[in-house]
Every structure is written in C-alpha cells, then in structure tokens.
C-alpha cells in the first residue's frame, strides 16, 4: 500500500494532530528561512523528476479520484479541473522548473541608503513562514504551492478537496520525498490526510502557527475563510472576467481574443464570462464570434440589442439575457454578451459588475487603450490579449499560489515576492541617539 492509499478518504479528523502539523511547519519554516538557493533550486529538481519517474502512482491514484466522482455525478467542469495526465503532469514539471530558474528574493536588500548620521538603512526580503492552502478540485494545485514555498522560503499546509483526496496524497508524498532527499526538511511541506470539513475551522484559527492562508475555490469556499480566518487571508479569486470590443477594434484579433478567451479553458476562474460590444463593430463582429463560438457549442446570452443582430444572421445558439447573466461566472461554454454604445457605457458595466480578477480592452487606438488601463480597477486589466493570460506560469513568476483579488499585501497572480514581507536593517558603527 503506497502512502497515497493509507487510510484514504475516510480519515476523520480525531486522526489529525493539528497543533503536530503546526509545531512541525514552523520549526521548518526556521531551518528554510535560511537555506542557501542551490539547495532549495536542487529540491525543487528532485520534484520535477519525480513527478515523471512516479507518474504510473499518480495516474492511479487520479483515476481512483476520477472514478469516485463520476459515481458522486460531479460537472464537467469539476471533471476537468481534476484531471491528470501525462501531459499536464510534464507541464507541472516545466512549472517546477521555471521555478527553480526564478531569482530567489530571500535575502535581497532594496532601498539602501546611507543617513547622514552614518547609519545605513534597508529592507531585507524574508519569508512569510507558514502558508496554510486550503483547496478544491485541481490537484496541480498541490504542486504549484509547494514549489512556491519551498523557493520563497516558507513552509506550507495543504488541505486540498475530497473530490482530489488521493490524487494531492500521491502528489504531497512525491514532494516530501523529493525535497528531504535534497536536504530540506519534509516538514517543510505537510499535508492534512483527512476530509473532514470540521478540520478547515481548526485551521483557521491556528494564529499561532500559520502566517497567511490562501482559499483556492468557489464563493462559498473563499467567504467562509473571510469570515472565520484568525490570521491574514487572500479571500479574492472569483472571477467574473469582461472583454470590452472597442469600436476601433481590429475585428480578426477581436474574434481570436474572445473565442480564446471564452473557450481555450471555460472552466476556469480567468475566462471571459461577459463580451462588450461597441454598436459601431457590432453588425459585423457578433456574427463573426457567434459563428466562431458554435464550432465549440457556446450559448450566448444576449441583451435586447446582440440578440436583435444575431436574429437577423439566424443564428440559433443566442437566447435573451436575464438580469443574473450579468455579473455571473458561468465556468461553462456559456457568455454574456451585451451591445454598448460608448467606452463610458462598457466602463460603467465592468464598474457594476466586475469582481476585480480579469479585464480586457480589443482596440487599436492607444488612447482608448491608456483610458482603460488607468480606469478600470482589477486585479489584472489586458489591452489585446485573452483574459486566460491572468496566470502565474503565464505572467512569468513560474507558478501562482493564487489570484488575489485583494488590494492589501498582494494583488493579481501571486508568485514567489508574494509570498514575501521585509524587515528594516539598520547597520551601524556605534550611533546613539541624542
């Protein structure tokens, strides 16, 4: 029996030391703190080759997971998010690696300065120290935080979802493995091998071992931890994401930025739920995206005005908006659609309605372009390019441990300075103070 396997997913939580789990991830938090980059990068190898060189115990641990849902009737977009295979488990693997490629900001010093009393002033980049995740569905999840961690210097305790319980074991185990054999603690990266929700409240009130908690889930998920948490949380991650079609739009870019954005991964928190269409474009970009949205099987959910267009252009996948498709993630081949006859007009909607994860802009005028990067308020604002952009891996930082949509400490994809605070350093040559 692998230890993916003991005790699967009936473990209660009468089996969980909490406070062990606590007392274990801040004593290595200590010893990481102060690793030197070459150890915690080799750690971080050792994982990428592990997740190749143990995929057939992964895999089978997937397919344990994905069959107990297809019995307990989860959606296709749960299914999705569940998924391994060998080619999301190689691109796991290169997102370890562009990790460990990553400068490591333990240690860095910025905003020296020399005082005219001689002394000399700074702010040094050190760790957080306990990151606790609490997840749902996607098991890479497992993967992206812990390598985070481990390079940021920070211990972490991952709680991921029942729907995943075997799938994040396998992966955690892979982990552990990995970074002790380079020489990092395995405490440094734990994992709460129990489904019981009552252990989520525990955690969220253990202060005096975690630092920072990251919700990666639904609503429901990410307001309760707003709600209950005892130490700082990242409560953002919603993404209700609009791509606004400007009247100066290049129609072909427009149409291959939108059906991206709505089809490349629809089940995921950065794809467009809601297209914004200058009246000037729309005669001819509505049945162009419409015509490209049902080689994929979109539904579009149209204001009086798009369904008024696509009528005339007999296209069947439109139906009439209700006053909830506005301000709704679909996560599905579903989207909004609504006619607007001015930047005002669009801005105004995204102000209503956005919830301050991805927005976009399709136009080749720069002053509309500039207008809408400084008025809209998000996370993450794109002027000619998909929303499905707004990701750690995609944006550079390796990998994210999520999408904050908070305006404290951390906004947008959260990579490795994320992950980060400072301290003053004063260094002196005996000043005192008059």
């Not at 370890?96 to 001689?118: F, H, Q, R, W, Y």
């Not at 015509?291 to 252009?313: F, P, T, Y």
């Not at 080749?364 to 400084?374: E, N, T």
């Amino acid at each position: 029996m692998t230890n993916s396997q003991e005790g699967a997913g009936d473990m209660q939580s009468a089996d969980v030391d909490l406070k062990a789990i606590g007392e274990r991830a801040r004593t290595s938090a200590r010893t990481l703190a102060s690793l030197p980059a070459d150890v915690k990068n080799d750690a971080l190898a050792n994982v990428a080759r592990a997740l190749e060189s143990r995929q057939d115990e992964i895999l089978a641990a997937n397919e344990s997971d994905l069959a107990r849902a297809g019995r307990d009737g989860l959606g296709a977009a749960a299914l999705d998010r569940l998924l391994l295979d060998s080619k999301r488990l190689e691109g796991m693997a290169d997102d370890v690696m562009n990790v460990a490629g990553l400068p490591d900001p333990i240690g860095e010093t910025s905003e020296l300065k020399m005082l005219p009393n001689g002394l000399r002033v700074g702010k040094r980049r050190v760790p957080l120290g306990v990151i606790a995740a609490i997840y749902e569905s996607r098991p890479n999840v497992t993967i992206d935080i812990a390598a985070l961690c481990i390079k940021s210097g920070n211990a972490v305790i991952l709680r991921g979802g029942s729907e995943a319980f075997e799938s994040n074991s396998a992966l955690a185990s892979v982990v552990r493995g990995a970074i002790e054999a380079a020489g990092v603690p395995a405490g440094a990266v734990q994992f709460i091998r129990s489904t019981d929700r009552a252990l989520v409240g525990q955690m969220l009130a253990m202060s005096d071992y975690i630092d920072l908690v990251v919700p990666r889930g639904g609503a429901e998920l990410v307001r309760r931890v707003a709600d209950e948490a005892a130490m700082p949380a990242v409560t953002g991650g919603v993404g209700v994401c609009h791509t606004y079609v400007d009247r100066a739009a290049n129609l072909d870019m427009a149409v291959e930025i939108v059906h991206n954005a709505k089809v490349q991964r629809p089940y995921v928190c950065n794809a467009l739920d809601t297209a914004l269409v200058h009246s000037a474009i729309a005669p001819e970009f509505l049945p162009r995206i419409a015509a490209s949205w049902a080689e994929d099987g979109v539904e579009m959910r149209c204001d009086r005005r798009a369904l008024s267009i696509l009528g005339q252009s007999g296209d069947a996948s439109a139906r009439p908006a209700t006053d909830d498709d506005w301000g709704q993630e679909f996560l599905a081949l579903t989207a909004a659609v609504r006619v607007v006859d001015s930047m005002d007009e669009a801005l105004h909607h995204i102000e209503t309605y956005t919830s301050g994860h991805t927005e976009a802009i399709v136009t080749d005028d720069y002053g509309s372009a500039m207008r809408f990067l400084d008025a809209v308020d998000a996370g993450v604002v794109m002027v000619n390019a998909s929303t499905r952009f707004n990701d750690g891996a995609q944006l550079g930082l390796g990998a994210e441990v999520g999408i904050s949509t908070d305006k404290m400490h951390a906004r947008g994809p959260m990579g490795l300075y994320e992950l980060t605070s400072y301290k003053w350093t004063v260094l002196g040559s005996g000043q005192i103070r008059a």
